[in-house]
């Protein structure tokens, strides 16, 4: 065993002592080590150590200084893998039909590829590939059918086109990109929480692509200027929870009540704003803003009416 400090080169048979979790096989016959743990350990290759360890399910190579992982591909049994804070140039190892059908979860953040590449994985349910400064989608990137949590934190990402042809996708984490626009995603039904902070939209379109159970919208820190611009967000029926702190329109508020109870005059069933759990009281307030606006808009009907008629009877004189 490597000594703390020292780095750790994997030889035929060195790998075996890393192994944890005893498993039974399917037919009850015979005993294999489910867990491989080599989280921090200072490893730079992975070489042909990895056909010793073939029948592990759950891999923890994080924190270590690894750079090709093709030698993974002997690992088919494998359920999780978390990869992350290496230096893997390249993800090509999961883009092959046959390899990994039992992944359900990968962690490859923090490393140094930069294309979001064509992933296959049939089983895939959960995946991070933040901090990779990734700007570039493999051509045959089509979407995923299972995958149901992807972070994709602190990359290049200009649009939401790439995020398309996710039937399962629940949970979509893009804060800290270079998103201008909140569109350009497709066919993602089952999106409910979807988090943008820290990019730089400015303008909410009048027509969005739909998202028909989105619950939470994390829109700090962009660009949003006005009111009607957030009130086009409650396009998204489902949504009740929105975040809009260190925005312009929050900035130049009067006051957080205020913007608050501007906000729930058009959209009462907001459960929290900014962070802050909705109250019954905010939301007499809005009703006491909403027939102040009524009450405004009246008299100003009723003095353009009465001006109006005064003018026409002048004319008529």
């Known amino acids: 065993m490597a000594e703390e400090g020292e780095k750790l080169v994997l030889k035929p048979g060195g790998v075996t002592q890393y192994l944890d979790g005893l498993m039974q096989t399917e037919d009850c016959e015979s005993f294999f080590y489910g867990e491989l743990n080599l989280s921090n350990r200072r490893v730079e290759g992975l070489a042909k150590s990895m056909d010793e360890v073939k029948e592990v399910r759950r891999c923890d190579f994080s924190i270590n200084n690894i750079a090709d992982i093709n030698p993974l591909k002997d690992m088919q049994q494998l359920v999780y893998l978390n990869i992350a804070r290496n230096k893997v140039k390249a993800l090509t190892v999961f883009t092959t039909e046959e390899m990994f059908p039992n992944l359900r979860w990968l962690d490859a953040s923090n490393n140094k590829y930069t294309e979001l590449p064509a992933l296959k994985l049939p089983k895939l349910e959960y995946l991070d590939i933040s901090y990779n400064k990734i700007e570039k989608v493999n051509d045959g990137w089509t979407g995923h059918a299972n995958i149901r949590i992807l972070k994709s934190i602190d990359n290049k990402f200009k649009t939401l086109a790439p995020f398309k042809a996710m039937p399962k996708l629940e949970e979509l984490y893009l ?124 008299a100003k009907r009723i003095a353009e009416e009465a001006a109006a008629a005064a003018a026409e009877a002048a004319a008529a004189e």
Not at 200 to 220: A, G, S, T, V
């Open 175 to 298: 804060a800290n990109n270079a998103i201008t626009n909140l569109s350009g995603w497709e066919s993602l039904p089952e999106l409910r929480k979807l988090h943008l902070r820290r990019n730089k939209i400015e303008k909410i379109e009048e027509e969005m692509p739909p998202l028909e159970k989105l619950e939470y919208l994390n829109l700090r820190a962009n660009k949003i200027g006005s009111i009607e611009h957030v009130e086009r967000l409650y396009a998204f029926a489902t949504l009740t929870d929105l975040n809009v702190i260190n925005n312009p329109v929050e900035q130049s508020a009067s006051s957080f009540n205020v913007l608050l109870a501007e906000v729930l005059c058009k959209r009462p069933k907001m459960i929290r704003f900014c962070k802050h759990v909705v109250t019954e009281a905010n939301l007499l307030e809005a009703v006491h803003l909403g027939q102040y606006k009524w009450e405004k808009a009246e």
